[in-house]
């Protein structure tokens, strides 16, 4: 009789742990429904992985790191090389573990993009994130990059002390322009909100910054006037890259190749600019090895080969471990000026 009962206890207790170990598969998936293994502390990531390069001296310093935490976005930038491939979000408080271990690793500096941040919770996550590294990790700057169309004025009255630098990206003055790029949705134009976002950067003492990218479509525009009357911090201006499997080849989900412009045309374009005094150009030469970029499982992204080939997670590995896969070229990096005055308290700002 006890051997029965004994028995009828055990067959429960598997049953109750095929159920759990079910849900919990369940749960795995559903925050990571495309077939890529979830890179948090435990699993293992399988897939493949650039050469860890070879360093002379100890692994670089990630002074200064780009967080693209999601990859949706409600635009479609016919040229966009971080594209909607995953629709993963880490927990909130996997995201803050990361950032302390980048402080911990010597980040100065923390970028976060995407795809688009303030589609995540209506701009709540970035928020609580932006608010995370400047108030407990103190780091010296924290920034985002934005097309600007979800960002809301209670959005700068709630975090706008946090933030140091806000980039809108904004490719053209012209909005037909801005429609066959793909950087609009619905009737809201781009324009006019950029100029509202410039107004509230003022108001809440945040440095207004521009990106825009230079392409196909807006090579021959000149936007002189109206990058001087926006004044903002640094206009970055990049040339178009293609990144295969992002917007260029088969598994890609851009077709980027009809925005691609000669190192002639963009020369040209940046030689028409030249008395913009924010002017800071960024070719593809200095572009593809010279930011550390984190994609939305916290690992790094080697694109040396024209593919973002990832690391491990940091959270899986740490930072040293995993910048190793980088890619990362830091004199490249100093060489294009990726370090300057990048915390507002020493800007020299009028708001």
Known sequence: MQLAVLARLLSVGRAVLAALRGRLGALCWSLAPLPLPLPLPGWRDSAPRPQEQEWDEEPPTPTSVNYHFTRQCNYKCGFCFHTAKTSFVLPLEEAKRGLAMLKEAGMEKINFSGGEPFLQDRGEFVGKLVQFCKQELELPSVSIVSNGSLIRKQWFQKYGEYLDILAISCDSFDEDVNVLIGRRQGKKNHVEN???????????????????????????????????????????????????????????????????????????????????????????????????????YMRFLNCRNGRKEPSKSILDVGVEAAIKFSGFDEKMFLRRGGKYVWSKADMKLDW
């Not at 392409?215 to 109206?226: A, G, K, P, T």
């Not at 206009?235 to 293609?242: A, D, G, I, P, T």
């Not at 917007?247 to 000669?262: M, P, Q, T, W, Y």
């Open 194 to 296: 950029l100029h509202k976002l410039r107004q509230w950067c003022r108001e809440y003492a945040v440095a207004f910054k521009i990106n825009s990218v230079i392409n196909r479509f807006n090579v021959e525009e000149d936007m002189n006037e109206q990058i001087k009357a926006l004044n903002p911090v640094r206009w970055k201006v990049f040339q178009c890259l293609l990144i295969e499997g992002e917007n260029s080849g088969e598994d890609a989900l851009r077709e980027a190749e009809k925005f691609v412009i000669s190192d002639e045309d963009f020369d040209r374009f940046l030689d028409r600019h030249k008395d913009v005094s924010c002017l800071v150009p960024e070719s593809n030469q200095k572009m593809r090895d010279s930011y550390l970029i984190l994609d939305e």
